[in-house]
């Protein structure tokens, strides 16, 4: 059996040595963690992109299409408009239905729609906590 290794003392307490523990977050902290969280989520992330929006911006102009229709309306390749359904789609921006060897898309309404109200909800909940409005009557 080998010893204990170089550098370790025997009953040394767990963790990093020479490190306190950080102590819990605060509200503010956590309420401000989750904000920025919700802001970082794939669903917004995936709205950041311009090609992706003009990807929607078709969507929305002449409805439901295959990536061959998408494609006449835009610049990128079959392949990059593929990617970024995909992304749009893994995000519930998108839903695609199978229609024989193809795949259709359209934007998903409904999961697009409550998406938002659930950011927004969170969004509202958490600023209460770490972004409080200025006291009534203040000047900016």
Do not use: W
């Not at 060897?101 to 309404?109: L, Q, T």
Request: hydrophobic residues 45%.
């Amino acid at each position: 059996m080998k010893g204990p290794a170089k550098g370790k003392m025997k009953g040394a307490a767990k963790g990093a040595p020479g490190r306190a523990r950080r102590p819990a977050p605060s509200a503010r902290e956590a309420a401000s963690a989750g904000l920025v969280a919700v802001l970082d989520s794939p669903f917004l992330r995936a709205l950041t992109e311009p090609a992706r929006l003009d990807l929607l911006r078709v969507l929305l102009l002449y409805g439901a299409a295959n990536i061959g229709t998408l494609a006449g309306h835009l610049p990128q390749d079959r392949s990059v408009i593929s990617r970024h359904l995909k992304v749009l789609e893994q995000a519930g921006i998108v839903q695609a239905e199978k229609q024989g060897r193809e795949r259709v898309f359209a934007i998903d309404g409904p999961g697009f729609l409550g998406t938002f109200e659930r950011i927004l909800e969170q969004a509202r909940r958490l600023a209460a906590c770490c972004c409080p409005a200025p006291p009534a009557g203040g000047d900016a």
